[in-house]
């Protein structure tokens, strides 16, 4: 879906405090680059490195040059500035539009808004704004939920019994992010969000019981709009012929968006308690973050053991002398 400039417009008003000078045309305009810049030599007459398809920005610098030209040179050059398809156009600090920058934006359709922040916060606010309308996103079918400030993005058949177990999750405490459908963006090169879609937010599904309200029953505590994935737990019905981890020595990587995740598969069977396994899961992923790998460790006390067996074997060797 394009970002558009009224979608911009929509996130920033607030923020930014907007207020649209000139009319309110334009909004239909597609934004193709993330990123913002000032004009810089463009209002000199240099336009040869200008990159019109970013937003641009005028702060105090660039409209006290353009109030220090004359008329007809002011008009030639901002007559030259809006010949290109500049997508929209910032004013910071509140200051007042020269003359005839209004007339020549309208005539291009390209909107003017005008906010009362210094350059730098308006630059600060709009950036990451910027990266998340820009960010690749996709679309899966599961549950996510915060455990312990852990996101753990449950996927699995349709059925399984994801939505049941963040369903006991939140009673235990913790939190739901997303139910059924999680929409993913990535953030940066290796960072992976989750949230839910608008309409369906705060809502889970139960089969036999039929749509509920989390944060009604459960109170605000129990659901937030956003969370880092940092684990995928796939579910799966249990199989006498299911390869299961059993040391955690050889651990499963998935990839969403070009950011690789640990994954753990955990095979469903009658009497296994699926909530306290993934609040382990949450628990041991933290451990695994402050440096601690528990199957590592293991491991290396087995090894340990083992060179000592050996030792003793080659001692109780050499002391045979039979």
């Known amino acids: 879906m394009p970002v558009t400039v009224g979608k911009l417009i929509e996130r920033l008003k607030g923020p930014l405090q907007l207020e649209q000078l000139g009319g309110t045309h334009g909004h239909e305009r597609e934004i193709e680059n993330p990123d913002v810049s000032s004009p810089g030599l463009a209002l000199a007459g240099y336009v040869g490195r200008f990159t019109a398809q970013r937003v641009q920005v005028l702060g105090e610098t660039e409209i006290t040059y353009l109030s220090t030209l004359s008329e007809a040179e002011r008009g030639r050059i901002l007559a030259q500035f809006f010949s290109f398809p500049i997508p929209c156009l910032f004013i910071t600090k509140g200051l007042e539009a020269v003359t005839p920058l209004l007339d020549l934006a309208a005539a291009a359709r390209v909107p003017v808004l005008r906010s009362p922040l210094k350059t730098a916060e308006v630059y600060r606010r709009i950036k990451p704004v910027m990266e998340e309308l820009f960010a690749p996103s996709s679309t899966m079918h599961g549950s996510l939920a915060d455990v312990f400030g852990v996101g753990l993005l449950f996927t699995g058949a349709s059925g399984i019994g994801k939505s049941e177990c963040v369903l ?155």
């Open 168 to 322: 006991d999750l939140v009673e235990r405490g913790h939190r739901l992010v997303a139910d059924d459908l999680v929409i993913c963006f990535r953030r940066g090169n290796d960072l992976l969000i989750g949230r839910g879609h608008e309409l369906q937010r705060h809502f889970m599904e139960i089969r036999g019981v039929g749509l509920i309200d989390v944060r009604s029953i459960f109170g605000i505590r129990a659901v937030r709009q956003q969370k880092r994935i940092e684990v995928v737990v796939q579910l799966e019905e249990w199989s006498e012929r299911a390869p299961v981890e059993r040391t955690g020595l050889d651990p499963q990587i998935t990839t969403i968006l070009g950011v690789e995740l640990p994954k753990i598969t955990v095979y469903l069977n009658p009497g296994k308690n699926i909530t306290v396994i993934s609040e382990v899961i949450a628990m041991n992923h933290l451990l695994r973050y402050y440096g601690e790998n528990p199957a590592e460790a293991f491991n290396q006390r087995l090894m340990g053991r083992m060179r000592d067996a050996t030792r003793d074997a080659r001692q109780y060797l050499v002391q045979d002398d039979e």
